[in-house]
């Protein structure tokens, strides 16, 4: 059983973190939590991760392979077709396509799905459990259509965009290649007509996309999947590829993707498979696999090969994981891991283990130790299985004990403290109201990135006021040291922000200084871009001149410290960039967007994504963090560990409590720096 003592210590991380939780397309640092929520769901690899608030879990089809069986691989009893198609090749079955609600006003309200959609979805005989769609039907589904998929000579295929972007397969060695991937994939045409999409990761109305500008030529892209142990198969029509690696290389920092669970295709954004219909996880074989069944054995096999093509093609290389970056790069995952000694070899036996339990810790252990950088993510929630049944209980039991033993990373732990500590200081009705004036200088509590589309949509059609959010927080603020008549220096406090959108960024920066961009680099492509956007400066719904008109002219500084991550890292460095200043310590770092990726086994994991890291307006590298010009001090102290008795060195951040101390240091500098 576990120790009620360690419950309770890893709890005050939980409640800490759990505040934190909201959907984002930027990221946001994760955090240790063991949690269990009422209805037996358990929070699987122990971590909360400010972009998602759950990870998944997918089933699988019946095998049609005599050779085997449903008992022996644990395929699950299906929910019966639309249609079934038959060959000595493959079952084709028609399912129906399910969509999460899109909000009344939103700018693809008008784009709304019926229940009636349907796709196609195959499984082939020698991956009876693993489900493949053909992505002509998939950019006909997420990107807009007219994909021509040009068949050569039954093995090779030239695939060509709308707007005649071209990517080459190869389905006899298993490979795809693209000139232009950024081109190919194409995210800027979404974008444009108000998607949400690499360059706009959220539906924010505030903020519309100008243009994408790449910078020089883009480095050619080739995926060897067959190396991975990944097949292909191309006909005359189509070529089809396992539906996770469509989602997974065909997916956005919005978070655009597509999941399948053997009897339907869900199409999501912000919401998880099991958000949009909690019949997701209702298959016979991931309560088999719950309950001690064994994984099927091409599922376990497909999977291993999909973190491959994962951490090695869709991965941003951030620059802090503990793998040799070089190796899995250019030799792959199985590599970098097998490179990795006792602990590689260790997490490889779990990662294609037929035992669930191991499976799943291992993924854990990859996210939490030598692939750790804030935004790399697995969690399975599972809310439908009865948590009284006996094996099931084993499970969680087994999976809290090995929690136990394994313990917390130092990352995870440097942000959490530095969080507990912030907050522990800070007066309450600052945390309550998020505004504080002293002297000239005012402070904006933004505590994450976020943005409420619902809030945005009934406050421009006269519903409601302006909405709580970032951008609406900052204006409303700003408005009110405007009134104020004495301010001349605004912070914004973003030290315990673990990042978000980076629409809200864009919206913030541009009511502060009129900045109209955010620069990117494409990991794959090897190319720098600028995406320009205009925003609703005055929120009075229209995109035009009067915008240009809002002005506050402050003097601008950032509060940042440790647990400053993601998005909550980008910031301070744009704003310095801009004139202003930092006052605080350094921040967390992260630099990479948010990024969903799919197993076919039916799990979702967060990943630091390759498509849009965010950096200065000179290509910097941000993941070290930006250091303060002005350091505020954290001293070091001794207490005892209220569980367990032992004497512990804790940070006391009580200088980031004293709000007026902080507006001092602010008020001097600018006035210094004159």
Request: proline letters at 3%; charged letters at 25%; a negative charge.
């Given at each position: 059983?576990?120790?009620?003592?360690?419950?309770?210590?890893?709890?005050?991380?939980?409640?800490?973190?759990?505040?934190?939780?909201?959907?984002?397309?930027?990221?946001?640092?994760?955090?240790?939590?063991?949690?269990?929520?009422?209805?037996?769901?358990?929070s699987g690899n122990a971590q909360i991760?400010?972009?998602?608030?759950?990870?998944?879990?997918?089933?699988?089809?019946?095998?049609?392979?005599?050779?085997?069986?449903?008992?022996?691989?644990?395929?699950?009893?299906?929910?019966?077709?639309?249609?079934?198609?038959?060959?000595?090749?493959?079952?084709?079955?028609?399912?129906?396509?399910?969509?999460?609600?899109?909000?009344?006003?939103?700018?693809?309200?008008?784009?709304?799905?019926?229940?009636?959609?349907?796709?196609?979805?195959?499984?082939?005989?020698?991956?009876?459990?693993?489900?493949?769609?053909?992505?002509?039907?998939?950019?006909?589904?997420?990107?807009?259509?007219?994909?021509?998929?040009?068949?050569?000579?039954?093995?090779?295929?030239?695939?060509?965009?709308?707007?005649?972007?071209?990517?080459?397969?190869?389905?006899?060695?298993?490979?795809?290649?693209?000139?232009?991937?950024?081109?190919?994939?194409?995210?800027?045409?979404?974008?444009?007509?108000?998607?949400?999409?690499?360059?706009?990761?959220?539906?924010?109305?505030?903020?519309?996309?100008?243009?994408?500008?790449?910078?020089?030529?883009?480095?050619?892209?080739?995926?060897?999947?067959?190396?991975?142990?990944?097949?292909?198969?191309?006909?005359?029509?189509?070529?089809?590829?396992?539906?996770?690696?469509?989602?997974?290389?065909?997916?956005?920092?919005?978070?655009?993707?597509?999941?399948?669970?053997?009897?339907?295709?869900?199409?999501?954004?912000?919401?998880s498979p099991y958000e949009i219909d909690?019949?997701?996880?209702?298959?016979?074989?991931?309560?088999?696999?719950?309950?001690?069944?064994?994984?099927?054995?091409?599922?376990?096999?497909?999977?291993?090969?999909?973190?491959?093509?994962?951490?090695?093609?869709?991965?941003?290389?951030?620059?802090?994981?503990?793998?040799?970056?070089?190796?899995?790069?250019?030799?792959?995952?199985?590599?970098?891991?097998?490179?990795?000694?006792?602990?590689?070899?260790?997490?490889?036996?779990?990662?294609?283990?037929?035992?669930?339990?191991?499976?799943?810790?291992?993924?854990?252990?990859?996210?939490?130790?030598?692939?750790?950088?804030?935004?790399?993510?697995?969690?399975?929630?599972?809310?439908?299985?009865?948590?009284?049944?006996?094996?099931?209980?084993?499970?969680?039991?087994?999976?809290?004990?090995?929690?136990?033993?394994?313990?917390?990373?130092?990352?995870?732990?440097?942000?959490?403290?530095?969080?507990?500590?912030?907050?522990?200081?800070?007066?309450?009705?600052?945390?309550?109201?998020?505004?504080?004036?002293?002297?000239?200088?005012?402070?904006?509590?933004?505590?994450?990135?976020?943005?409420?589309?619902?809030?945005?949509?009934?406050?421009?059609?006269?519903?409601?006021?302006?909405?709580?959010?970032?951008?609406?927080?900052?204006?409303?603020?700003?408005?009110?040291?405007?009134?104020?008549?004495?301010?001349?220096?605004?912070?914004?406090?973003?030290?315990?922000?673990?990042?978000?959108?980076?629409?809200?960024?864009?919206?913030?920066?541009?009511?502060?200084?009129?900045?109209?961009?955010?620069?990117?680099?494409?990991?794959?492509?090897?190319?720098?871009?600028?995406?320009?956007?205009?925003?609703?400066?005055?929120?009075?719904?229209?995109?035009?001149?009067?915008?240009?008109?809002?002005?506050?002219?402050?003097?601008?500084?950032?509060?940042?410290?440790?647990?400053?991550?993601?998005?909550?890292?980008?910031?301070?460095?744009?704003?310095?960039?801009?004139?202003?200043?930092?006052?605080?310590?350094?921040?967390?770092?992260?630099?990479?967007?948010?990024?969903?990726?799919?197993?076919?086994?039916?799990?979702?994991?967060?990943?630091?994504?390759?498509?849009?890291?965010?950096?200065?307006?000179?290509?910097?590298?941000?993941?070290?963090?930006?250091?303060?010009?002005?350091?505020?001090?954290?001293?070091?102290?001794?207490?005892?560990?209220?569980?367990?008795?032992?004497?512990?060195?804790?940070?006391?951040?009580?200088?980031?409590?004293?709000?007026?101390?902080?507006?001092?240091?602010?008020?001097?500098?600018?006035?210094?720096?004159?």
């Amino acid at each position: 059983m576990i120790r009620k003592q360690i419950l309770a210590a890893k709890a005050v991380l939980a409640i800490l973190c759990a505040s934190l939780v909201l959907t984002t397309g930027c990221g946001g640092a994760h955090a240790a939590n063991k949690q269990e929520t009422d209805g037996g769901e358990v929070s699987g690899n122990a971590q909360i991760e400010t972009d998602t608030t759950s990870e998944t879990d997918k089933e699988t089809a019946a095998s049609a392979d005599d050779s085997q069986s449903a008992e022996e691989t644990g395929a699950a009893a299906e929910v019966p077709p639309l249609e079934e198609t038959v060959t000595d090749e493959y079952i084709q079955k028609t399912v129906h396509v399910c969509r999460e609600n899109i909000p009344d006003g939103s700018a693809q309200a008008d784009r709304k799905e019926t229940s009636d959609d349907t796709a196609q979805i195959r499984f082939y005989k020698e991956t009876p459990n693993v489900p493949y769609m053909g992505i002509r039907e998939y950019f006909d589904l997420m990107l807009g259509g007219g994909l021509d998929v040009q068949d050569h000579d039954g093995r090779m295929y030239t695939l060509i965009n709308a707007a005649g972007a071209e990517a080459r397969v190869d389905d006899g060695r298993n490979t795809i290649e693209a000139d232009n991937m950024p081109a190919f994939v194409n995210y800027y045409e979404a974008a444009k007509n108000g998607a949400a999409s690499s360059f706009k990761d959220s539906a924010a109305p505030y903020l519309k996309l100008r243009e994408a500008v790449y910078e020089g030529e883009p480095q050619a892209v080739s995926f060897n999947l067959g190396k991975l142990g990944i097949e292909i198969h191309g006909d005359k029509d189509d070529v089809w590829f396992p539906v996770s690696i469509l989602s997974s290389w065909l997916s956005d920092i919005a978070q655009n993707r597509v999941m399948c669970n053997g009897n339907a295709l869900y199409v999501c954004r912000s919401k998880s498979p099991y958000e949009i219909d909690n019949g997701y996880y209702s298959t016979e074989y991931m309560d088999s696999i719950l309950n001690g069944g064994e994984r099927a054995k091409d599922l376990t096999t497909y999977s291993y090969g999909e973190l491959g093509f994962i951490f090695q093609y869709m991965y941003g290389y951030p620059g802090r994981t503990q793998l040799d970056p070089e190796l899995l790069r250019n030799e792959g995952f199985d590599a970098a891991l097998a490179a990795f000694g006792d602990t590689g070899r260790e997490l490889r036996m779990d990662l294609t283990s037929r035992d669930f339990r191991e499976f799943w810790f291992g993924m854990y252990r990859l996210s939490e130790k030598p692939l750790e950088d804030g935004h790399n993510n697995t969690t399975l929630s599972i809310g439908i299985v009865d948590a009284e049944q006996e094996k099931y209980q084993a499970f969680r039991e087994y999976t809290w004990s090995k929690f136990d033993n394994f313990g917390i990373s130092d990352f995870v732990k440097k942000i959490s403290s530095a969080n507990q500590g912030i907050f522990s200081v800070r007066p309450e009705d600052y945390m309550d109201s998020g505004y504080y004036s002293h002297g000239d200088t005012a402070i904006i509590l933004l505590r994450a990135f976020t943005v409420d589309e619902n809030g945005w949509n009934a406050y421009y059609k006269g519903e409601g006021g302006i909405p709580d959010d970032t951008m609406g927080t900052a204006a409303k603020g700003l408005m009110r040291a405007a009134e104020d008549g004495e301010i001349s220096n605004v912070v914004f406090d973003l030290s315990t922000n673990p990042g978000g959108y980076s629409d809200a960024v864009a919206g913030v920066l541009s009511l502060m200084t009129g900045r109209d961009h955010l620069r990117g680099y494409d990991e794959l492509s090897k190319q720098f871009f600028d995406v320009y956007f205009d925003v609703d400066r005055n929120l009075d719904g229209e995109f035009n001149a009067e915008d240009e008109e809002v002005s506050y002219d402050f003097n601008y500084a950032v509060m940042t410290s440790g647990a400053s991550f993601s998005c909550g890292n980008l910031f301070p460095f744009l704003v310095r960039e801009d004139g202003g200043m930092v006052v605080g310590d350094r921040s967390g770092g992260g630099s990479c967007s948010v990024q969903k990726a799919a197993l076919s086994e039916g799990f979702e994991i967060s990943i630091s994504g390759s498509k849009f890291k965010l950096t200065d307006g000179e290509g910097s590298d941000l993941e070290q963090g930006v250091t303060p010009d002005v350091q505020l001090e954290i001293e070091t102290r001794k207490e005892a560990n209220e569980f367990t008795g032992e004497e512990m060195e804790t940070l006391d951040y009580s200088a980031f409590g004293d709000l007026d101390g902080v507006c001092e240091k602010v008020s001097e500098w600018f006035t210094q720096s004159k």
